[in-house]
C-alpha cells in the first residue's frame, strides 16, 4: 500500500500550557483513530537552519514547518481525507500530503 507523508506547517503555538495538553489530547485521538493505517505517528520540529550552495543558514524558516508523520493509504485522496480530520488544521496549520515514492536509494 503506498505511504504518504503529512507535512505539518505554520501552526500557531499553544497560549497556555492548558491549551498545549487539550490539542496534544485531541491529536493523539486522531492519530490513535486512523489505526493500522498510521505507520509512524511522527516526529515534531523546533530549530532549523537551510543548507544550501551558500552553506548553512538561519532564514526563518524553522516556525514554517512543525513535524511529520507518515501513513498508509489506497489515494493520496484517501490520505488527504485522514488529514483534514487533523487538528493541527484547527491551530491554524496546514498539512501538506506527499506520496512517497519505492526506489533503491
Not at 507535512?7 to 489505526?35: C, D, F, V
Not at 509512524?40 to 532549523?48: D, I, Y
Not at 551558500?54 to 514547518?65: L, T, V
Amino acid at each position: 500500500m503506498p505511504r504518504f507523508a503529512f507535512i505539518y506547517r505554520n501552526a500557531q503555538p499553544p497560549k497556555t500550557p492548558e491549551e498545549g495538553q487539550k490539542h496534544m489530547e485531541a491529536w493523539r485521538a486522531w492519530s490513535s483513530g486512523l489505526g493500522d493505517a498510521m505507520i509512524e505517528p511522527g516526529m515534531p520540529f523546533s530549530q532549523a537552519v537551510t543548507a544550501d550552495r551558500d552553506g548553512i543558514s538561519r532564514k526563518g524558516d524553522e516556525a514554517a514547518f512543525n513535524g511529520i508523520s507518515i501513513v498508509e493509504a489506497a489515494t493520496c485522496e484517501e490520505a488527504g481525507a485522514m488529514a483534514a480530520a487533523c487538528p493541527h488544521i484547527a491551530i491554524g496549520g496546514d498539512i501538506v500530503v506527499a506520496e512517497g515514492i519505492d526506489m533503491e536509494m
